[in-house]
């Protein structure tokens, strides 16, 4: 069965009954035509098939390349993340060391200013203990005085 087309695309039988001009049986006769090479073409499958087989490994091949490619990537960007965590380590070791250094600088410096100041301290602990034995002779003194004063005050038993 053919089927003929009008200019609007509906076929003839769709329309009421009556006679089509020569330009819509022209146009039928294009449509027809065109599908029958549309048929002709869609019936090169073995054709079809292999540009799709091509087209697949084409894209298999982009598929892999790919792969590749962020496999490399991803390898450089684990090595620079590693260098900047070796890097970030490092100067977190350099400020420690900075602090660990200003740290035993001060206790030098300090150890260095009682070395300087023990001549001092001897000195001074000396003068304690002189005047602790001063302060245990001038008690020595006192009582001594007290007795001579207890003595000088008390009359002489001798006159009575």
């Not at 003068?127 to 009582?143: F, G, H, I, S, T």
Request: with cysteine.
């Amino acid at each position: 069965m053919f089927l003929r087309y009008d200019s609007s695309g509906e076929t003839v039988t769709d329309k009421p009954l009556g006679r089509t001009s020569s330009y819509t049986r022209r146009e039928a006769r294009l449509a027809a035509l065109n599908k029958t090479e549309q048929d002709s073409a869609s019936k090169d499958y073995k054709k079809m098939y292999e540009d799709a087989l091509h087209e697949n490994e084409r894209l298999k091949t982009r598929l892999h390349d790919s792969k590749q490619e962020l496999g490399k990537l991803r390898t450089q960007l684990e090595k620079v993340t590693q260098k900047q965590d070796r890097i970030s380590e490092r100067s977190t070791a350099l400020e420690s060391e900075k602090r660990e250094k200003q740290v035993l600088e001060k206790r030098v410096s300090d150890m260095e200013e009682e070395i300087k100041a023990l001549p001092a301290l001897t000195q001074v602990q000396t003068l304690r203990k002189l005047n602790q034995c001063l302060l245990a002779e001038n008690r020595a003194m006192l009582r001594a005085l007290a007795r001579l004063s207890e003595t000088a005050a008390m009359p002489e038993t001798e006159d009575l």
